[in-house]
């Protein structure tokens, strides 16, 4: 009987487990089959954008054709000036070319001036009126489309873009050690000037010291300091000093440049004195040339600073803009405002960090649902390297249907270009220096009178 009752168990048990594995089975063969659907559907909707972004035309080609079209331009415009002044320096022995006013777009002291003269009397500069224009255009812009005026018409920006991506070439040929310190030390360099910098103009500012100051005897005992400073971001350990932060103190130098121009002139400086200085001073109406002069006469103190910017902007992606460039700051606070924002799908993305990777200002998009941050170029790097179809775009908040690159193009290039236009035809692009006067004027440039020193100008 024990024998019966144990074969039995026995047969049962044999049975159960058959069952047992056969559903196992069949739960991992469904399983399986489940998983290769959604790798289809992944392959599918990578397959898909693939397939979209195979043509030829992609946000970046069209992005260059932007930049190299606006390159052009400016290169023109700058040939057209020095012909000018050429005509103006040889009493009209050269082959005479009007004075083109787009020149004005490289005076950014002057654009902060001829704002608060706007502001204060609702009236354009008189001197620089295309100035003032260019400034407002990429003050509304920004406001509108964040910085788009960087990535899409800004020809600093588009030097900045082209010596990156020739130094990502070269850095390739780097090993992994080289590499880092290539990337590495303008950074660390940046971040120990922006110690000393940052803190001196906030001083400033205050009126606690002036330019006076840094004449005087006092001035030894912070030299200590100042060492200490550029010696911090390369001798702390990365635990403690981490290239997040390190990066932020460096940012912080444009970001002090811009607060610097920004209080001195919008709030600090008298619309009075503003009235005055277009009227009287002789420096403001030769501006442009000076300006010119800069460039054609640099000095070897210029040549030097120049040539390390290069440099560094080849190891350090848009190494000016990021840590320099006033404009560029003044540009990302105000296009905080813009409802023109990268948005991901959170529930397609397949956590590649292309869209990370791709980014030329560091953003890590593939932790961010929406992308807000005032480094933000709305170049759609980011967006063209993601492989999932409807997954990383641009996006108009509030409303779901995406921005195609050409459309968002049109709108940053396209109300830039109408200002322009707008400005010739009301009358507001053309100053009240005649062509005499400038003949003048440039014949006799080497006169003190043209000449300032610390802001303080000789007077007419």
């Not at 168990?9 to 594995?21: C, D, H, P, S």
């Not at 009227?279 to 002069?293: C, E, G, I, Y």
């Not at 908040?397 to 109408?418: S, T």
């Not at 006067?437 to 440039?442: G, P, S, V």
Request: hydrophobic residues 45%; positive net charge; proline residues 4%.
């Amino acid at each position: 009987m024990d024998n019966i009752v144990k074969t039995g168990e026995y047969y049962i048990g044999k049975r159960f487990n058959g069952l047992r594995a056969y559903h196992l089975e069949r739960r991992n063969d469904l399983a399986s089959q489940n998983e290769n659907t959604i790798q289809k559907s992944d392959a599918s909707r990578v397959s898909k954008k693939k397939r979209k972004s195979s043509s030829w035309m992609t946000s970046l080609r069209f992005r260059w054709i932007s930049q190299i079209s606006f390159f052009i331009l400016t290169i023109y415009v700058g040939w057209m000036f020095y012909l000018f002044v050429r005509y103006c320096e040889t009493g009209g022995a050269t082959v005479y070319v009007t004075r083109s006013p787009g020149v004005e777009a490289f005076l950014p002291i002057g654009a902060f001036m001829g704002l608060k003269y706007f502001l204060g009397t609702g009236k354009v500069d008189p001197l620089h009126p295309a100035g003032f224009v260019i400034f407002a255009s990429i003050l509304l812009t920004s406001f509108l489309f964040q910085r788009g005026f960087c990535s899409w018409i800004c020809p600093a920006g588009t030097i900045s873009e082209w010596v990156w991506r020739f130094g990502d070439w070269i850095k390739s040929k780097f090993n992994k050690g080289v590499r880092y310190w290539a990337e590495a030390f303008p950074v660390k360099l940046t971040c120990g000037l922006s110690m000393i910098s940052t803190p001196i103009v906030a001083l400033m500012l205050l009126d606690v010291i002036s330019f006076v100051s840094f004449g005087s005897p006092n001035m030894k005992f912070i030299y200590p300091f100042m060492i200490a400073a550029i010696v911090i971001p390369f001798a702390l350990p990365r635990k403690i000093w981490q290239a997040r932060v390190e990066d932020s103190i460096a940012r912080a130098w444009k970001y002090s440049i811009f607060a610097f121009f920004a209080v001195t002139i919008l709030i600090k400086m008298p619309v009075q004195q503003l009235e005055m200085m277009f009227t009287n001073v002789p420096f403001m109406k030769v501006a442009d040339v000076r300006m010119l002069k800069f460039f054609t006469n640099m000095s070897m103190l210029a040549i030097i600073i120049l040539s390390v910017i290069v440099v560094f902007s080849i190891f350090s992606k848009n190494y000016w803009c990021r840590y320099f460039c006033p404009y560029g700051a003044m540009i990302g606070i105000l296009g905080w405002a813009s409802a023109f924002r990268i948005v991901r799908n959170k529930k397609t993305c397949i956590d590649c960090s292309k869209c990370t990777i791709a980014c030329p200002v560091h953003i890590e998009v593939e932790k961010k649902n929406v992308v807000y941050n005032v480094e933000c170029l709305g170049c759609y790097d980011c967006v063209d390297s993601c492989p999932v179809d409807d997954t990383l775009d641009m996006k108009l908040l509030g409303y779901k249907k995406k921005i195609h690159y050409a459309v968002y193009a049109g709108f940053v290039v396209g109300l830039f270009v109408v200002f322009m236009n707008t400005a010739r035809v009301t009358g507001y692009w053309y100053n009240n220096v005649s062509l005499q006067e400038y003949m003048e004027r440039i014949s006799d440039l080497d006169n003190p009178k043209y000449e300032h020193k610390q802001g303080e100008f000789a007077v007419e």
